[in-house]
């Protein structure tokens, strides 16, 4: 049964960086992060399919932010570069089968989120 932590949240300046981390346990074929800021709907960020290490990322965050794995370490990461105060939100990590998909309904487990903020 997969099981999913976050961790690396924090508060960053704009045009600032953070890394997210996702320890995580089973063999789900994608792993994706998602966010969700006060008063809107949770939105798909980045996936990974790890059977073949492709990578799909929100128009939002394309260029900006980076998802990764390793495997080794049972670790999702999310790197993420020059954070606008609109990058603000709970960010989860999940766990799901479906290759290139932000969406919600084909993630399975979910973690308990960590908390980013982008402020001056």
């Known amino acids: 049964q997969d099981s999913l932590s976050e961790s690396g949240g924090g508060s960053v300046q704009p045009g600032g960086s953070l890394r997210l981390s996702c320890k995580y346990a089973?063999?789900?074929?994608?792993r994706a992060w998602f966010r969700q800021a006060p008063g809107k709907e949770r939105e798909g960020v980045a996936t990974l399919y790890t059977r073949t290490g492709s990578t799909y990322y929100a128009d939002s965050v394309q260029g900006r932010f980076t998802i990764s794995r390793d495997s080794a370490k049972n670790t999702l990461y999310l790197q993420m570069n020059s954070l606008k105060p609109k990058d603000t939100a709970v960010y989860y990590c999940a766990a799901g089968w479906h290759q290139d998909s932000l969406m919600q309904l084909d993630y399975y487990r979910w973690g308990q989120g960590t908390q980013v903020t982008v402020s001056s």
């Open positions: 089973g063999s789900s074929a994608s």
